[in-house]
Nanobody, 125 residues
Framework: QVQLVESGGGLVQAGGSLRLSCAAS????????MAWFRQAPGKEREFVAA????????SHADSVKGRFTISRDNAKNTVYLQMNSLKPEDTAVYYC??????????????????WGQGTQVTVSS
């Protein structure tokens, strides 16, 4: 059974950095797309970044380009989200997601089969 477990969230001041981790287990992920989404109170779940596990090809939402970077460590079955220059508007619960997702649909949360429990990121001004 596939499990995704996020860690690394917390409270940080604006301009600071955090690195989120998503440890994947219980399956074979080489054909999967892994992604990070976030959801702020009262808002819809929003795409942040995605990575193709086999090729390492990445994409990032415009709102985080140049500040956030998604990566993966094949040996550890772990996906990371390095977040720099954080802003108060980045405050949200961040979720890791995974599944066999086509490249044109990677930003759609409904197509991902597996989800983590989420980790809170709070950026103070």
């Amino acid at each position: 059974q596939v499990q995704l477990v996020e860690s690394g969230g917390g409270l940080v001041q604006a301009g600071g950095s955090l690195r989120l981790s998503c440890a994947a287990s219980g399956g074979t992920f080489t054909s999967y797309t892994m992604a990070w989404f976030r959801q702020a109170p009262g808002k819809e779940r929003e795409f942040v970044a995605a990575i193709a596990w086999s090729s390492g090809s990445t994409s990032h939402a415009d709102s985080v380009k140049g500040r956030f970077t998604i990566s993966r460590d094949n040996a550890k079955n772990t996906v990371y989200l390095q977040m720099n220059s954080l802003k108060p508007e980045d405050t949200a619960v961040y979720y890791c997601a995974g599944g066999s997702v086509g490249v044109t649909r990677k930003s759609q949360p409904g197509v991902y089969r597996y989800w983590g429990q989420g980790t809170q990121v709070t950026v103070s001004s």
